[in-house]
T-cell receptor, first 111, second 116 residues
Framework: ELKVEQNPLFLSMQEGKNYTIYCNYSTTSDRLYWYRQDPGKSLESLFVLLSNGAVKQEGRLMASLDTKARLSTLHITAAVHDLSATYFCAVGPLATDKLIFGTGTRLQVFP | DTGVSQDPRHKITKRGQNVTFRCDPISEHNRLYWYRQTLGQGPEFLTY????????KSRLLSDRFSAERPKGSFSTLEIQRTEQGDSAMYLC??????????????FGPGTRLLVL
């Protein structure tokens, strides 16, 4: 059974600082997604990573994928308060369309 | 609004009652998924459809849960004889699957169920 682990589970960071969220998964996969969820809201798609070495950037967020290490990272540059949310990585096992989600990283950015 | 929609947004029911939720996917999407999310956890896969065919069900899904997508458009998720442990956010997502290409799953606002 595919397992997806994120760390840290909770991250409190000051505005302007940089930090990285890590997502490890246990078996081979051909796709990885990052989603954002605000309190009481649904999930918003951020990135789709489909190949080894893939890197995508949007604003202050950059995601990368290393399929050999079974690791994805979400890097936050110069954090701002608006980035406060819970971030989930989700992995697609081979030969199925379902997604397996990590437990999420709750990010809080303070002044 | 052309996104995924779900109805109702909130449902409070008594233990033992049946409930039904509806999901309308993005119109051109052929794949539809149901997930369940409890407080502080990531979404957990329940089942998914390609057009009207239900292709996969989670082993965690008890016999009290049933889902349909009769015409390949909207879907319903029914929970019979609800239990307090069924209290959760039920999320629907849709995607456009073309051959083996895996597309992003877009999520609806969810239906929050509380079983008393």
């Amino acid at each position: 059974e595919l397992k997806v682990e994120q760390n840290p589970l909770f991250l409190s960071m000051q505005e302007g600082k940089n930090y990285t969220i890590y997502c490890n998964y246990s078996t081979t996969s051909d796709r990885l997604y990052w989603y954002r969820q605000d309190p009481g809201k649904s999930l918003e798609s951020l990135f789709v990573l489909l190949s080894n070495g893939a890197v995508k950037q949007e604003g202050r967020l950059m995601a990368s994928l290393d399929t050999k290490a079974r690791l994805s990272t979400l890097h936050i540059t110069a954090a701002v308060h608006d980035l406060s949310a819970t971030y989930f990585c989700a992995v697609g096992p081979l030969a199925t369309d379902k997604l397996i989600f990590g437990t999420g990283t709750r990010l809080q950015v303070f002044p | 609004d052309t996104g995924v929609s779900q109805d109702p947004r909130h449902k409070i029911t008594k233990r033992g009652q049946n409930v039904t939720f509806r999901c309308d996917p993005i119109s051109e999407h052929n794949r539809l998924y149901w997930y369940r999310q409890t407080l502080g956890q990531g979404p957990e896969f329940l089942t998914y459809f390609q057009n009207e065919a239900q292709l996969e069900k989670s082993r965690l899904l008890s016999d009290r849960f049933s889902a349909e997508r009769p015409k390949g458009s909207f879907s319903t998720l029914e929970i019979q004889r609800t239990e307090q442990g069924d209290s959760a956010m039920y999320l629907c997502a849709s995607s456009l699957g073309v051959g083996g290409l895996q597309e992003t799953q877009y999520f609806g606002p969810g239906t929050r169920l509380l079983v008393l």
